[in-house]
T-cell receptor, first 111, second 111 residues
Framework: GQQLNQSPQSMFIQEGEDVSMNCTSS?????WLWYKQDPGEGPVLLIA?????ELTSNGRLTAQFGITRKDSFLNISASIPSDVGIYFC???????????FGGGTRLMVKP | NAGVTQTPKFRILKIGQSMTLQCTQD?????MYWYRQDPGMGLKLIYY???????DKGEVPNGYNVSRSTTEDFPLRLELAAPSQTSVYFC??????????FGPGTRLLVL
């Protein structure tokens, strides 16, 4: 089946730093999604990307849909303590009836 | 709106016991999903439903059963609990596959 690989698995950064994480797949995805899971809660959708090359922002977050359709990137600028959590990439399978999730990138921010 | 609610929040089961995890949504979404999240891992789809009376298997359905008698409710049943089912279980609902709304999760420990 389709798999999504996220890197890095975890990051420990200083407040104010910029963060970059990515998600790759061996197969093509037509939609890329980025979810965030706060500690002890369920994931929440941050950004959805629908077109190859698309660059979309949501506040301090910017995500890009790779040209090859096999990767996506999420950047967070000027990190703050509430950015702590697990960031998941996801995409619909070929049948369009379920989402495949990556393993997540765990972000820790030191005040 | 309460969104997606899950009960219980936490449960300890003995091997071989059965239980039902409850999930209710008040957003009138047709789509509902059950995921499990193992420590340090992403989300794996157990079962999903596209509407009342319709359910289908996800990636990891073995050992679970679901029903969807109403639009609002989507309970997940474990018949013979095994240690491998120790996990955090998330229910989600949506209008479209991309924008899923997750509940707060049920933490299950099988001993």
């Amino acid at each position: 089946g389709q798999q999504l690989n996220q890197s890095p698995q975890s990051m420990f950064i200083q407040e104010g730093e910029d963060v970059s994480m990515n998600c790759t797949s061996s197969s093509i995805f037509n939609t890329w999604l980025w979810y965030k899971q706060d500690p002890g809660e369920g994931p929440v959708l941050l950004i959805a990307l629908y077109k190859a090359g698309e660059l979309t922002s949501n506040g301090r977050l910017t995500a890009q849909f790779g040209i090859t359709r096999k990767d996506s990137f999420l950047n967070i600028s000027a990190s703050i303590p509430s950015d702590v959590g697990i960031y998941f990439c996801a995409g619909p399978n070929n049948a369009g009836n379920m989402l495949t999730f990556g393993g997540g990138t765990r972000l820790m921010v030191k005040p | 709106n309460a969104g997606v609610t899950q009960t219980p929040k936490f449960r300890i089961l003995k091997i071989g016991q059965s239980m039902t995890l409850q999930c209710t949504q008040d957003m009138n979404h047709n789509y509902m999903y059950w995921y499990r999240q193992d420590p340090g891992m992403g989300l794996k789809l157990i079962y999903y439903s596209v509407g009342a009376g319709i359910t289908d298997k996800g990636e990891v359905p073995n050992g679970y059963n679901v029903s969807r008698s109403t639009t609002e409710d989507f309970p997940l049943r474990l018949e013979l609990a095994a240690p491998s089912q120790t996990s955090v279980y998330f229910c989600a609902s949506s209008y479209s596959i991309e924008t899923q709304y997750f509940g707060p999760g049920t933490r299950l420990l099988v001993l």
